[in-house]
């Protein structure tokens, strides 16, 4: 069974920088899959960041502009994600989610709410 | 980039009654790459249906998905109620792989 873990501070400043990890346990991210990254601010929808290949290829939402890295460590078994000059608007719950061969995330983490404020 | 739009925003019914949820794509997405969510408060999502018919591992029957080209439909034959939840859409053509803007089942 795999299972994904998000980590991180919960609680950035305006226009600080916003870093998450997700461990992946019960499977490896070298594995044929994606990787991926969504986000759900309180109350509403959730929005699609983007998504690492463990070859490092990755896609990412371009609503985000360029603020977006994802990472992947292979040694470590995670993957990472960062998002710059962060503001309220990026308050959220953030899931990292494994991406099954059709394109549905299949394996989800439990979430992280990372909210921005000073 | 494809728009995913989800109709109704919110379905009341009652237990037992058949929920059809529908999600229409911007333009015309393959079939293979459109799947279905279910929410709970709290909760992440869970997959439910994937390639638009697929159900996942573990989920009910009463569950169906339907469609091509640019409509698609998720079906609920008989609502139980763990079923009250909010429902979304999601394509996975290309990049970004965007989410409809969900549909609330709630208790009639």
């Known amino acids: 069974q795999v299972q994904l873990q998000e980590s991180g501070p919960g609680l950035v400043k305006p226009s600080g920088t916003l870093s998450l990890t997700c461990a992946v346990s019960g499977g490896s991210i070298s594995s044929s899959n994606w990787w991926s990254w969504v986000r759900q601010p309180p109350g509403k929808g959730l929005e699609w960041i983007g998504e690492?290949?463990?070859?490092?290829?990755?896609n990412h939402n371009p609503s985000l502009k360029s603020r977006v890295t994802i990472s992947a460590d292979k040694s470590r078994n995670q993957f990472s994600l960062k998002l710059t000059s962060v503001t309220a608007a990026d308050t959220a719950v953030y899931y990292c989610?494994?991406?099954?061969?059709?394109?549905?995330?299949?394996?989800w983490g439990q979430g992280t709410l990372v909210t921005v404020s000073s | 980039e494809i728009v995913l739009t989800q109709s109704p925003g919110t379905l009341s019914l009652s237990p037992g009654e058949r929920a059809t949820l529908s999600c229409r794509a911007s333009?015309?997405?393959?079939?293979?790459?459109l799947a279905w969510y279910q929410q709970k408060p709290g909760q992440a999502p869970r997959l439910l249906i994937y390639?638009?018919?697929s159900r996942a591992t573990g989920i009910p029957d009463r569950f169906s998905g339907s469609g091509s080209g640019t409509d698609f439909t998720l079906t609920i034959s008989r609502l139980e109620p763990e079923d009250f939840a909010v429902y979304y859409c999601?394509?996975?053509?290309?990049?970004?792989?965007?989410f409809g803007q969900g549909t609330k089942v709630e208790i009639k």
């Open positions: 999601q394509h996975y053509v290309s990049s970004p792989a965007t």
């Open positions: 333009q015309s997405i393959s079939s293979r790459y």
């Open positions: 690492i290949y463990h070859s490092g290829s990755t």
């Open positions: 989610a494994r991406v099954n061969d059709y394109g549905g995330n299949d394996y």
């Open positions: 390639g638009s018919s």
